[in-house]
């Protein structure tokens, strides 16, 4: 029998996060801040919604784009929040989660050969994304003296003659790295000079802890609306993961093409979870509140531990993870991470899961109780004076 497969699927590495959270779910008594969840249930009034969505028979596809009453609160919650104007009948379109909106737009937009530019760590889809469109994914290794944050001087450097795209995922998974109004102004102009389109991931937009600025999205600058795929969605800010309900804003002429994608191989967002998401965003502004004060007071007291735990960490500002240097133990991110839930059952996930930059640090999540948080720290403390003595 021939080999069915495609070669170009059976090169793509499989995810490093879910090697450690395959690890974590065959072992007893593990702590495992590995998965990048809330852990938080979905607020009840949000729950309601879809029972009385099934109860009433509302189940049937809805239009390919997704309801358009959920298309308008997409389009008015991105106007509060960023003051962007966007055509909720041609300019937004409902997905299953952000993820499906990323492979959309990468379809959608890439010619072979189209390099597409991102930045390191990050989120493990683009790369194999990218190259199931037929791009050449460009990576530029974000800095830790940068505080991850990506720099003009690093745009530039990265840009040829066949760069199409350029990926922007902030706050971002797994750094916390955030982009500040002054970092994004920095890049814009050169954008816009270079005629790149930006496809800007802002799932964990509700979740940052910069108290002299709110989240700044780059639609929000002159020129950057008519060039930007904003993609964002119900799973980290609404704790609703479960319900794979995602969206998108940006262009018609994209977005006409993306929804053409996504009505010949998803058809339509599940019905239920469109009217629960419509009731998030009309009614679910205190529950993102709460959660992210409790996000913030658990990333402080993980600041604060590993502080005293003399392993050296830059401030996140964003998302709910933390991403400290552990190079001074002198072993790889996945040495570290492997021997943490071997001996002291703590899964972590190695650095390098999100690109060989990633080495030397290791993503801890903090959507986990601070009941368990003291307790994984506690088996860190016992696991670094350990590692201490073997020296």
Request: charged share 25%; hydrophobic share 40%; proline share 4%.
């Amino acid at each position: 029998m021939r080999n069915f497969l495609n070669k170009k699927v059976q090169a793509i590495e499989p995810s490093g996060i879910r090697r450690f959270f395959s690890m974590a779910s065959e072992m007893k008594d593990v702590i495992s801040l590995g998965v990048g969840e809330p852990d938080f249930d979905t607020p009840w009034h949000v729950r309601d919604e879809a029972i009385y969505t099934i109860q009433k028979g509302r189940t049937f596809y809805t239009a390919n784009a997704g309801l358009l009453e959920l298309r308008q609160a997409i389009a008015e919650n991105i106007m509060r929040l960023q003051g962007v104007a966007y055509d909720p009948a041609k300019e937004v379109l409902v997905t299953i989660g952000g993820s499906e909106a990323i492979d959309l737009v990468f379809r959608a937009v890439i010619e072979p050969e189209d390099e597409v530019i991102y930045t390191q760590p990050s989120y493990v889809s683009y790369l194999p994304c990218v190259q199931l469109a037929g791009g050449v994914p460009v990576a530029i290794d974000l800095k830790e003296e940068n505080n991850f944050r990506l720099t003009r001087e690093e745009l530039e450097a990265a840009i040829t003659d066949k760069t199409k795209v350029l990926v922007l995922s902030f706050p971002n998974n797994p750094t916390g790295a955030v982009m500040t109004k002054a970092d994004l102004e920095a890049i814009v102009d050169l954008i816009i000079e270079k005629d790149l389109l930006v496809v800007s991931d802002e799932i964990y937009d509700r979740l940052t802890y910069n108290d002299d600025e709110e989240h700044v999205s780059i639609i929000s600058f002159p020129g950057m609306r008519e060039r930007t795929i904003y993609i964002n969605g119900f799973s980290k800010a609404y704790a609703m993961t479960g319900w794979r309900l995602g969206y998108c804003a940006g262009p018609a002429q994209i977005i006409e093409q993306m929804t053409k994608i996504h009505q010949f191989t998803i058809m339509a967002a599940p019905t239920m979870s469109q009217y629960a998401g419509l009731e998030a965003l009309k009614s679910g502004e205190q529950d993102v509140e709460e959660m992210r004060e409790s996000y913030n007071q658990r990333r402080r007291f993980l600041l604060s531990e590993l502080e005293r735990l003399g392993i050296p960490c830059f401030e996140p500002l964003g998302a709910f993870y933390i991403f400290p240097n552990i190079s001074q133990f002198g072993m790889t991110s996945e040495e570290f991470a492997t021997r943490l839930i071997m001996e002291k059952r703590v899964a972590v996930v190695p650095g390098t899961a999100f690109g060989k930059s990633g080495e030397g640090f290791v993503r801890i999540s903090y959507a986990y109780s601070i009941n368990e948080l003291k307790a994984a720290i506690e088996r860190i403390e016992q696991f670094i004076e350990e590692l201490k003595q073997e020296k």
